[in-house]
């Protein structure tokens, strides 16, 4: 096999998507390096296969910091004395080439509980006892969030929280929000605003409102209105509805997530109700 | 003033200082007896023969950092007199699984030589022990005066060895679970309590999951007139506390259980006035499901908090707002990163009294939720007298914590845990070798410190340089070479416990550690680039350690993937599975 096994020391910067995906430095299973040596096999790139390049990109002004990638299988190195300071090159390389020999022996299986070598789609793999909460806490907040999935799905549970992605257009990241937490309308309407608060801003100034003024509740109110957001919601089929049509009970029962559209988008739905829902119950 | 002072002085006044003291060893005892700092009675353990001998007979508690660092034997043989024994086993990562189970740390070879040395044991607290049923058995049978039981993160029982506790010990002021691999195999334990038990003060149920009997802890809630602390689990609802409540009036501490109520009935709105007549009350915790709703029946007491654990209620930054509004003495404070920073700018802006802040993640694989720098930094301007702070975030940045140590030099115990290892500070992609790096050089007096985010060597080399008061050094997933290991090592002279896992440090690393190992309590290593030749060695060198390799039947024969290495004056362990290798 020619492909080196040189990602224990050395960061991956442009296989960003693969490393947010694997951050964890366990993973060491089959499926994922072999993941990342194809991406690895079909780079052109000068020096080593694979090496150099990343190297350089992940070279920092303090000189020779590379990524530590920490892998379960990489248990050969103990005789490298990897020196992260000038001479970090000249070390690096004489590993590739320790690596390549004993690249052979090294299998060590996965020891966290995928071990069927699978890597989930688009969450990170999980790394024994990390990060650090006792089981304890863990369990519980995992039935917490399992709780509110139920919920999602329709099973009627007095207890949990119901997380729901609530997205606006425009805005670079997401929020979640608990709509357990709110008992009306006008409480998730106002928790909104607050939270995309930082987004409007931006727009204050193309909206002709001066920046500088302090962000009270009732200009914020003004911002969405004058930018016309309406919020919508995705109900349980899928289908995007507007925000306020039905009684709040029957709302967090069938939202799935939250979407906070510039006017001009929400024109396939009903006509724009935002003052209604403010005072809706 | 302090006796032990007032002794030094008589002897040093125109005694001959070649003779012994001639001071009654009934005098020393009973001055002796009045110093409860086990740092203290180190001191005057060690001034002359007399003196060790006085403290050795007045001591009446005891405290075991780790189980295998003594025998049994020998703690009953040096101390006769004790009453109370604090015990602590595995080592602190076997909480996040990376200790195998049966690895050790039973508590009933303790249990049998107590036995005989100290019938008249009054209280256990143990943590991170493995503890049966039959080991609670046995305490509940054999200790007549048997008083308070406390068990945090053990784990190998189940609730009928709690029965066995609540039926035998008649004088039961304290019983404690916290935490535990526990067996729930019902909530009937709780009914063995006999009619006749009264001494109760403090019962911690809260991390049970089974329903008790209400009746049973209504009636026992009832006749303890002592209780102090009561902390019960999520199945007890707000109906409930209330009745409970209005028994107690007089707790100082309270868990409660659920908050969430979907009646808003009249016994919920009597909460608030019944919470008012608590004026004892300076600990709240539970608050499962908590919201706005019912949130406002803390209120009255929120004024008299110094620590408020909502760590199990994922409120927002508005109920965090109101809740801290009104609680303005608050000294510790643990929540949940749903709060978001901005419920950490609430809680600079409120709490001009907070000590401690622990901030836990809600979901640790989510990026989208949680707190970030900016949070961290809200909280070190308004809090300037913060000294312990856990902080769990997704990302960081060295600037932010630089700040933060400017505003807070007074941390004692800096924990920061950025969930994603590797990552480096997010605003300049560097590593967060300058954030803890300014977190030593400025604060003088830590002692506690766990490291997270990309580190190279230079982060370890500014602890090694500064850290001088550093005692608990936690590191995961950081370092180039085993220059950083070696630079903590060297430098940092009161270092007890060191964690490292998945570092690239190697034996060289843990040999330049060799001089330290005998004044350190313990140093554990996983994952890292352990060789059993290696350990060996530094086996050979020291002979007052125990070098354990924990083998892993997957792991190269030649590997040391976890180790653990500890000072004892017991010898190599005589109980270790056959996965634990002894060099």
């Not at chain 2, 030589?113 to 049978?141: C, G, H, N, Q």
């Not at chain 2, 109101?322 to 700018?345: A, F, H, N, P, Y």
Request: hydrophobic share 35%; with cysteine; charged share 25%.
């Amino acid at each position: 096999m020619s492909v080196p096994l040189e990602h224990d020391y050395i960061g991956l910067s442009d296989a960003s998507s693969l490393e947010r995906s694997s951050e964890s430095s366990n993973i060491s299973s089959d499926d994922v390096t072999n993941n990342f040596f194809n991406l690895k096999a079909t780079e052109l790139s000068l020096g080593l296969p694979g090496f150099a390049k990343n190297y350089e990109e992940n070279a920092t002004k303090h000189g020779s910091v590379i990524k530590n990638y920490m892998s379960g299988a990489k248990r050969g190195f103990s005789d490298v004395n990897f020196n992260g300071s000038g001479k970090g090159i000249d070390a690096v390389f004489d590993k590739i080439q320790t690596q390549q020999i004993i690249s052979s022996s090294v299998a060590k299986p996965v020891k966290e509980e995928k071990k069927n070598g699978s890597v989930p789609p688009s969450a990170k793999a999980q790394v024994v006892g990390w990060p650090p909460i006792r089981s304890f806490r863990k369990n519980t907040m995992a039935s917490n969030l399992s709780k509110s999935g139920d919920v999602a799905e329709g099973n009627s549970g007095a207890e949990g929280c119901l997380y729901v992605k609530v997205s606006m257009d425009g805005a670079p990241y997401l929020r979640k929000i608990d709509l357990k937490i709110y008992h009306n309308y006008a409480e998730l309407s106002k928790a909104l605003e607050k939270m995309f608060s930082c987004f409007t801003l931006g727009q204050c100034s193309s909206n002709g409102i001066k920046g500088k003024e302090r962000l009270t509740e009732s200009n914020l109110k003004d911002i969405l209105h004058k930018s016309e957001c309406v919020l919508t919601y995705e109900d349980k089929d899928g289908d995007w509805m507007l925000v306020g049509d039905v009684p709040w009970g029957m709302f967090i029962d069938s939202c799935k997530r939250l979407r906070i559209m510039k006017g001009s988008e929400a024109i396939g739905l009903a006509p724009r109700r935002t003052e209604k829902c403010t005072n809706r119950n | 003033m302090d006796p032990a002072a007032a002794g030094v002085e008589f002897i040093g006044t125109g005694a001959d200082p070649t003779r012994s003291s001639t001071l009654p060893e009934e005098f020393l005892k009973r001055t002796f007896s009045l110093i409860s700092s086990e740092k203290d009675r180190s001191s005057v353990s060690l001034v002359c023969k007399d003196w060790y001998n006085a403290e050795r007979l007045s001591r009446r508690h005891v405290t075991i950092r780790n189980c295998y660092s003594v025998s049994p034997e020998m703690v009953a043989a040096r101390f006769p007199a004790i009453r109370s024994v604090t015990l602590k086993g595995k080592p602190r990562f076997s909480d996040f699984n990376l200790v195998p189970d049966g690895w050790g740390a039973d508590v009933q070879s303790w249990l049998n030589v107590f036995a005989t040395a100290y019938p008249f044991l009054e209280e256990l607290r143990l943590k991170r022990m493995a503890v049966t049923d039959e080991s609670l058995e046995f305490i509940a049978l054999n200790f007549d005066g048997f008083k308070a039981l406390s068990l945090l993160s053990c784990d190998g029982f189940s609730t009928l060895g709690l029965e066995a506790i609540a039926t035998h010990c008649k004088n039961l002021t304290e019983l404690d679970i916290q935490e535990n691999g526990i067996d729930d195999l019902g909530g009937d334990w709780l009914s063995y309590f006999p009619e006749n038990l009264t001494s109760l003060e403090v019962l911690n149920f809260s991390t049970l999951t089974s329903e008790v009997s209400f009746d049973d802890l209504e009636s026992l809630v009832s006749r303890c007139k002592s209780l102090r602390v009561l902390k019960v689990n999520q199945k007890i609802n707000l109906h409930q506390l209330q009745k409970l409540l209005v028994l107690a009036p007089q707790l100082t501490e309270l868990g409660t259980g659920t908050f969430m109520e979907e009646l808003v009935s009249g016994s919920v709105n009597d909460l608030e006035n019944t919470f008012s007549k608590c004026g004892n009350m300076h600990t709240l915790s539970g608050f499962w499901d908590a919201t706005l709703l019912h949130l406002p029946v803390i209120y009255p007491v929120c004024g008299n908090l110094t620590f408020l654990n909502l760590s199990y209620a994922n409120i927002g930054d508005v109920e965090l707002e109101q809740i801290l509004s009104r609680s303005k003495q608050l000294i510790r404070l643990w929540v949940v990163d749903t709060v978001g920073d901005k419920g950490l700018e609430a809680v600079g802006s409120h709490c001009q009294l907070l000590e401690e802040l622990r901030v836990f993640p809600v979901d640790p694989f989510d990026q989208q939720i949680g707190v970030t720098e900016s949070g961290l930094l809200a909280v070190s301007i308004g809090c300037p007298k913060l000294h312990y702070i856990l902080y769990f975030c997704q990302r960081m940045t060295n600037a932010a914590v630089i700040t933060v140590a400017q505003n807070c030099p007074d941390f004692t115990h800096f924990r920061l845990c950025i969930m994603s290892p590797h990552e480096p500070d997010y605003l300049t992609n560097e590593p967060m070798d300058e954030a803890f790096g300014a977190i030593v050089k400025t604060c003088t007096n830590l002692r506690r410190l766990s490291v997270s985010g990309l580190l190279t060597d230079l982060a370890f080399e500014y602890v090694g340089k500064y850290a001088k008061n550093l005692e608990t050094l936690s590191v995961a997933f950081a370092g180039t070479s085993d220059m950083g290991m070696e630079y903590v090592m060297r430098g940092c002279p009161k270092l007890k416990r060191v964690e490292i896992r998945d570092c690239p440090f190697g034996d060289s690393a843990l040999l330049s550690g060799l001089t330290q190992y005998e004044s350190m309590r313990s140093l554990w290593m996983s994952d890292c680039n352990l060789t059993m030749n290696g350990c060996k060695k530094l086996a050979e060198e020291m002979g007052r350690l125990n070098v354990e390799v924990i083998k892993d039947k997957d792991d190269d024969v030649s590997l040391a993937s976890k180790v653990y290495v500890y000072r004892t004056v017991a010898g190599p362990r005589k109980d270790a599975p056959h996965f634990v290798v002894t060099l």
